[in-house]
């Protein structure tokens, strides 16, 4: 397992409206044999529990799943072209949400490298976002 600075880029397209967040963190990245895992936590602004992330990129890029737990607890299972339902907790509530895989790319090197997903969000079967996820790492 080897210690990473973690850059990652997050962009989310509503209603035509693009948003886009940052976090660069540290964080842990493990090969497993057959996907990358990387894994830090995502400090909440007091009195939020911090939230511990999860994210087993498979090697063959075929998905890409995101636990978090902690604070808000979520497990998005993003396959490529492939449909998923799955649960988000808002911090006010479960949220039943549809996930369907867009793009899944990987370029590791042996001091960096860098993961994207793209992936679109529907509610009641209606496409309410589309989002990207760049992470990009340095070994430390």
Do not use: H, W
Request: proline content about 2%; charged content about 25%; hydrophobic content about 35%.
């Amino acid at each position: 397992m080897d210690k990473i600075l973690l850059k990652i880029t997050g962009a989310q397209l509503v209603d035509g409206q693009k948003d886009q967040i940052e976090l660069t963190t540290m964080g842990t990245l493990r090969d497993d044999g057959s996907a990358y895992i990387i894994r830090y936590t995502e400090e909440q602004e007091p009195p939020m529990a911090p939230v511990k992330v999860t994210v087993r990129i498979q090697k063959d890029e075929s998905a890409v799943q995101v636990t978090r737990s902690g604070g808000f607890e979520s497990c998005l299972m993003i396959e490529k072209a492939k449909r998923n339902q799955c649960n988000y907790d808002t911090g006010y509530g479960n949220l039943l949400m549809g996930i369907y895989g867009r793009l899944i790319d990987t370029d590791v090197q042996s001091e960096n490298g860098s993961f994207a997903f793209g992936y679109d969000i529907d509610i009641n079967g209606a496409v309410t976002s589309k989002n990207t996820v760049n992470m990009e790492y340095t070994i430390k």
